[in-house]
């Protein structure tokens, strides 16, 4: 059993077990009923984590507003949980430091006191991930054309467009990016939601973000499990480019796109670093890439190479480092999300879970997210839009390179 595999198990488990936890708790407040007209309580709470194996399936069958709902409820009730198991040990915490001091507060009270601050939290958290952040991040590049000195990038990841963050949140994000004015916008995958009914509905939101030199896309995971073809469709309306194996340059500076792989293997994708595939060397290059991890990942198959990007992360980025990439752009860890994700989030991507990280001449930038999946909560960490700018690095030029170099002939 892959690693991925025994995490994911492992976490399933610990859901069941707090779900039966909580339906423990339910049944102690039901004053009055016998041990036989609890049980069904304690049942239906442990069958509550299989709900969003129903509703994926169910959406995959039929596609529609009744998996949708489904889903919202599930995602909101497992925010709820998480923060009920959280609230529940610190009040227990609190009991027994209070039994010991001589004063033992009822059970009862225990778990309502609980339970109204996990209903706290969750509404906290809900209006957090509603509204991204503006971060600024400065990256430097070598020999960066002096056409790119004052301009701006955007650079958005894991929307997660669908039931939860709908028209009304796509609305607010495009007037938010279009008032930066940026030059160029990136948006490294996981666009839509796993369970997006039509992604053409998005479509004419989409086409309203507006940059001097256009929004650039590659495809994430979730993409292709929504189907890459409705995904491309829906972009090809909205006038979004999709690198995908694709190397687009603006006024000097390279960007290339890698898609999540989908069932076929990475020889059978275009390859950007080919003879024939466009990738300068002695060209600067920003490298989109859904995950924080190397483009030259192993050729498992897809179920396994998900589990592997998410568990067992390859963060040496050994081959775009060789190939000469200067900057790698990814989003898919959501910076943990929320509390107490993040933790192990940060176990297994260590410092690449989100942030600006250097190299030598390479740096890689993962965004925290735009959006939620999952549980629509943030607590701990905030959805952001990167403005990023490229400032010229004081680093030796490359060789090879015969152009304007920070503004600077050679």
Same mark, same amino acid.
């Given at each position: 059993m892959s690693r991925g595999r025994l995490i994911l198990l492992l976490f399933m488990g610990a859901l069941l077990g707090a779900?039966? /936890? =909580?339906?423990?708790?339910? /049944?102690?407040?039901?004053?009055?009923?016998?041990?036989?007209? +609890?049980?069904?309580?304690?049942?239906?709470f442990v069958l509550l984590p299989f709900t969003f194996r129903v509703a994926w399936a169910w959406n995959r069958r039929r596609p529609g507003i009744g998996p949708s709902i489904l889903h919202v409820c599930h995602s909101l009730w497992l925010a709820f949980v998480i923060h009920l198991v959280m609230a529940l040990a610190i009040a227990f915490l609190f009991g027994a430091v209070a039994a010991a001091a001589g004063r033992t507060p009822g059970v009862e009270s225990l778990i309502r006191t609980a339970a109204a601050l996990a209903l706290a939290l969750t509404a906290l958290g809900f209006?957090?991930?509603?509204?991204?952040?503006?971060?600024?991040?400065?990256?430097?590049?070598?020999?960066?054309? /002096?056409?790119? /000195?004052?301009?701006?990038?955007?650079?958005?990841?894991?929307?997660?467009?669908?039931? =939860?963050?709908?028209?009304?949140f796509l609305r607010r994000l495009v007037k938010k990016v279009n008032r930066l004015d940026p030059d160029v916008i990136v948006i490294?995958?996981?666009?839509?939601? =796993?369970?997006?009914?039509? $992604?053409?509905?998005?479509?004419?939101?989409?086409? +309203?973000?507006?940059?001097?030199?256009?929004?650039?896309?590659? =495809?994430?995971?979730?993409? !292709?499990?929504?189907?890459?073809?409705?995904?491309?469709?829906?972009?090809? +309306?909205?006038?979004?480019?999709?690198?995908?194996?694709?190397?687009?340059?603006?006024?000097?500076?390279?960007?290339?796109?890698?898609?999540?792989?989908?069932?076929?293997?990475?020889?059978?994708?275009?390859?950007?670093?080919? $003879?024939?595939?466009?990738?300068?060397?002695?060209?600067?290059?920003?490298l989109l890439y859904h995950t924080p991890t190397g483009v030259d990942g192993p050729r498992e198959d897809l179920s396994t190479r998900h589990l592997n990007a998410l568990f067992s992360?390859?963060?040496?980025?050994?081959?775009?480092?060789?190939?000469?990439?200067? !900057?790698?752009?990814?989003?898919?860890?959501?910076?943990?999300?929320?509390?107490?994700?993040?933790?192990?989030?940060?176990?297994?991507?260590?410092?690449?879970?989100?942030?600006?990280?250097?190299?030598?001449?390479?740096?890689?930038?993962?965004?925290?997210?735009?959006?939620?999946?999952?549980?629509?909560?943030?607590?701990?960490?905030?959805p952001e839009i990167a403005v990023i700018r490229l400032v010229c690095s004081s680093r030796a030029p490359r060789s090879f390179s015969v152009r304007t170099v920070c503004g600077v002939s050679p």
């Open positions: 779900h039966l /936890a =909580i339906g423990l708790c339910a /049944a102690r407040l039901m004053v009055g009923r016998d041990a036989f007209a +609890r049980f069904p309580l304690v049942l239906g209006v957090n991930a509603r509204y991204p952040r503006v971060k600024n991040v400065s990256i430097p590049v070598r020999d960066l054309p /002096a056409a790119w /000195a004052d301009r701006t990038l955007v650079h958005l990841s894991d929307v997660h467009l669908g039931p =939860i963050q709908g028209r009304r490294t995958g996981d666009l839509f939601d =796993i369970f997006v009914r039509d $992604p053409e509905r998005f479509a004419a939101g989409l086409a +309203r973000f507006r940059s001097r030199h256009g929004v650039y896309f590659v =495809i994430g995971n979730i993409e !292709v499990h929504v189907g890459v073809d409705k995904v491309l469709q829906a972009l090809s +309306r909205s006038g979004i480019l999709v690198l995908d194996g694709r190397v687009v340059d603006i006024d000097g500076l390279q960007f290339l796109g890698v898609g999540y792989p989908a069932k076929h293997s990475r020889e059978e994708q275009s390859d950007p670093f080919g $003879p024939n595939g466009g990738y300068r060397r002695d060209v600067p290059c920003v992360p390859r963060t040496d980025f050994s081959f775009a480092r060789e190939a000469g990439v200067d !900057v790698q752009l990814s989003g898919h860890t959501h910076g943990g999300q929320t509390f107490p994700f993040m933790l192990l989030t940060r176990r297994l991507f260590g410092k690449f879970a989100g942030g600006l990280h250097r190299m030598g001449d390479f740096s890689v930038y993962v965004s925290a997210g735009t959006g939620t999946w999952g549980p629509p909560v943030r607590l701990g960490t905030t």
